[in-house]
């Protein structure tokens, strides 16, 4: 059996107990990762790990080319979406994007 950590088990324990709804969306909310500002550097490690090319790279997060250059240059920091993206594939590997 997986081991709950302590956010899991009090969402369980939430259900359990047949919590009000706002009790338990809050409960959700807080269980659900954030999602962190990645550097350039994070960024380029991300793709030179998965051997791809910038464009590859823009296709897997569904960005423009160019976008995607610019976020490695350190111009403009990615958000929304492909953030998310980015920070699940810089914890869990480039693969969960496929």
Not at 23 to 35: C, H
Not at 76 to 97: R, T
């Amino acid at each position: 059996m997986k081991e709950l950590s302590p956010l899991e088990a009090a969402l369980e324990i939430a259900q359990n107990f047949c919590f009000e709804k706002a009790t338990m969306k809050q409960i959700e909310d807080l269980a659900i990762p954030g999602v962190k500002p990645l550097t350039p550097k994070q960024i380029l490690k991300i793709r030179t790990k998965a051997n791809c090319s910038q464009d590859i790279m823009a296709k897997f997060l569904n960005v423009n080319p160019s976008t995607y250059q610019k976020w490695e240059r350190g111009e403009v920091p990615p958000s929304g979406a492909p953030l998310k993206l980015l920070n699940l594939a810089h914890d869990k590997g480039i693969q969960v994007l496929l």
